[in-house]
């Protein structure tokens, strides 16, 4: 089966137009400069501004040569040297007016440093004055021969930066993972205006499944698995659970502040989920046994976006299953629920409900049968759940934030034969010797429910202090099923008798063989519905 997956995924301050901001043309002089993102990190720019005393530029356009420098490195010693003849009325004086270059932002050329930005921890005449003999050409015929070299310390510790005389550098980000879509020039002003039905504009459909004859096929593992031989015949147990899902993903993360010092003034952030998605449950036994499985069906992470020093942004989706069952009898289960989810969006800073988050029950079909004579019980307890995670990390790990939005699809299902739903009885009970008289029906009774719940959590950490806050957003359950049978082929849907509560399973038991009598396999539940 193949799968299908395209995330999408944005972190934008407000667009004022369809530009990218960087030219590798104009040096940086004037207290303004941006840096647009590799295509392999994704399509965005970060701008800058602040005093054009403390913004310092080496590219070439500011008429410097670099020497040597590490492309994989935050923290370097670089070589570099001035291009121009007479360094006093060129580009190049730049760097050392305003007081020098020491305790200064520098906007560094491609490939040369981890990041776009450095802080000038030191500057130097190098100790190390050899040219390589390429650039050495270039500059021969100066007089008094060839230029000094220079030597600049630098590092992503812009907290030490002096901003007591030049004052804060203030930044903005724009960017978003899909190479194709061009970068934005941005403005250091605030704003998020229906970011949903932008994210609608520009979001990928993924899917988890494909269509094969018109018949989707689920992501699905088998969780428990196990056989012997019962009476000379071969019995098993076995659970398999399921999901599909077919919708848009969204996540983004919006911020400015200043660089120097490093602080986020002003952010937010989203996660969101609109499509369908769907839990199958599937549970064929003909042995006793009781297991408790938690299991990871799905594993998915973006492409990072990364500014080194400064912010890096990761997302992830995750599919996992839980599932209690304590099975008595001889027991067939197959639940399908499908679920339309309308535009479910979780905020940081939180905002108050809001009627978007819309989740329903739209289909479901439960099929439940049991061997004819049995008596016992069984309960299920069975959870789909996918988890959409948006992490940002600013300022080389000094700043974090999680935001997570989760969904879980769920069902409990009990079932009593021999009996009436407040038995007492234990859940694995000892059958007793059953009557030989042919023809028995078994009665008893059977119920199940299905529901879905929708959950925030938040998990902020800056410069030592911490955050965590957990809400639930929604929350629904339906009885897809429930009352006595036999009661033709379909369990009558009623109020229940009494409410019943599944027990809690905290340790698995060994399979073991059933008594019973008869083959004929009885259908207890048999339900299709359109809601």
Request: charged share 20%; with cysteine.
């Amino acid at each position: 089966m193949q799968t299908f997956f395209t995330f999408w995924i944005a972190f934008s301050i407000a667009v004022v137009s369809s530009r990218p901001s960087n030219d590798w043309s104009k040096p940086c002089f004037e207290g303004e400069c941006a840096y647009d993102l590799p295509e392999s990190a994704g399509s965005g720019s970060i701008k800058i501004t602040g005093s054009h005393g403390i913004i310092k530029d080496i590219s070439p356009a500011a008429g410097w040569i670099i020497l040597s420098c590490d492309p994989q490195s935050l923290e370097q010693e670089i070589r570099l040297v001035c291009e121009d003849q007479v360094p006093e009325n060129s580009p190049c004086h730049h760097l050392f007016d305003h007081g020098g270059p020491a305790n200064k932002l520098v906007r560094l050329p491609e490939s040369c440093g981890r990041g776009p930005f450095a802080r000038i921890a030191a500057a130097s005449i190098a100790s190390e004055q050899s040219i390589p003999s390429h650039i050495a050409k270039r500059l021969e015929g100066r007089n008094p021969g060839l230029p000094k070299v220079h030597a600049l310390q630098l590092d992503a510790a812009f907290e030490k930066i002096d901003t007591s005389r030049w004052g804060n550098i203030f930044f903005s980000i724009t960017a978003e993972n899909e190479p194709s879509v061009e970068a934005r020039s941005i403005e250091t002003n605030l704003t998020i205006n229906s970011i949903p039905e932008r994210a609608r504009l520009h979001s990928k459909t993924f899917q988890l499944m494909t269509t094969q004859d018109q018949v989707a096929q689920s992501q699905s593992r088998m969780v428990a698995s196990n056989s012997m031989v019962c009476g000379g015949k071969q019995a098993s147990f076995g659970i398999e659970l399921g999901n599909r899902l077919n919708g848009t993903i969204y996540t983004g993360f919006a911020a400015n502040g200043t660089l120097a010092p490093p602080k986020i003034t002003n952010f937010e952030s989203f996660v969101g989920f609109s499509g369908n998605a769907s839990a199958h449950f599937s549970i064929l036994a003909s042995l006793t046994s009781s297991v408790s499985k938690h299991v990871e069906l799905w594993h998915q992470t973006t492409k990072p976006i990364s500014i080194p020093g400064i912010l890096d942004l990761q997302s992830s989706f995750d599919v996992t299953a839980h599932m209690q069952a304590a099975i008595g009898l001889p027991v067939r289960v197959n639940l399908t629920m499908d679920f339309v989810l309308d535009d479910v969006q979780v905020w940081y800073p939180p905002r108050p409900a809001e009627d978007s988050n819309h989740a329903s029950l739209s289909k479901t079909s439960t099929n439940i049968n049991i061997l004819n004579g049995t008596n016992g019980r069984a309960v299920i307890d069975g959870h789909i759940q996918p988890k959409i995670r948006l992490r940002v990390e600013a300022f080389s790990g000094k700043s974090e934030l999680d935001v997570e939005l989760g969904v879980d699809m769920y069902t409990a299902i009990d079932i009593d034969a021999g009996g009436t739903s407040t038995s007492q009885q234990p859940v694995i009970a000892p059958t007793p010797e059953p009557s030989k008289t042919s023809g028995v029906v078994t009665s008893g009774w059977a119920g199940v429910k299905g529901g879905i719940a929708l959950n925030s959590s938040f998990k902020k950490a800056s410069w030592g202090s911490n955050n965590i806050k957990d809400e639930s957003l929604l929350k629904k359950e339906w009885n897809i099923s429930n009352g006595e049978f036999p009661s033709g082929n379909k369990a009558a849907i009623q109020a229940p008798k009494d409410e019943y509560r599944l027990p809690s399973i905290s340790s698995e038991t060994g399979p073991k063989c059933p008594q019973t009598i008869g083959r004929q396999v009885l259908s207890i539940v048999k339900s299709d519905s359109v809601l």
